[in-house]
């Protein structure tokens, strides 16, 4: 599964806030049953490797870049 998201620049920000740029954001989701105890299942997430802060706050950090994460589900 392919997930994109668009956010628009945020130009009105509150008396506490920084003005947010826009950015795009797209994840990919796989997921394969290897036999019939295992399942395997892969995200990456934030493959644009976009760089925008996690919120208005003035403190606030980046997000990460790029990252992926492979999980294994076995069954006994």
Same mark, same amino acid.
């Given at each position: *599964?392919?997930r994109?998201s668009?956010? %628009?620049?945020?130009d ?5 806030? /920084?003005? *947010?740029? &826009? =950015?795009?954001?797209? %994840?990919?989701? @796989? &997921?394969?049953? !290897? @036999?019939?105890?295992?399942d395997? +299942? !892969?995200?990456?997430?934030? *493959? !644009?490797d976009?760089? =925008?802060? *996690? $919120?208005?706050?003035?403190r606030?950090?980046?997000?990460p &870049? /790029? $990252? @992926? /994460?492979?999980? @294994? +589900?076995?069954?006994?």
């Amino acid at each position: *599964m392919l997930r994109g998201s668009f956010f %628009d620049v945020d130009d009105r920000p509150g008396p506490t806030e /920084v003005r *947010m740029p &826009g =950015y795009t954001v797209v %994840d990919a989701i @796989a &997921g394969a049953t !290897l @036999a019939k105890w295992i399942d395997l +299942n !892969l995200n990456v997430r934030n *493959m !644009l490797d976009c760089t =925008y802060p *996690m $919120s208005p706050d003035p403190r606030a950090v980046a997000a990460p &870049g /790029v $990252s @992926a /994460v492979l999980t @294994a +589900n076995l069954r006994f």
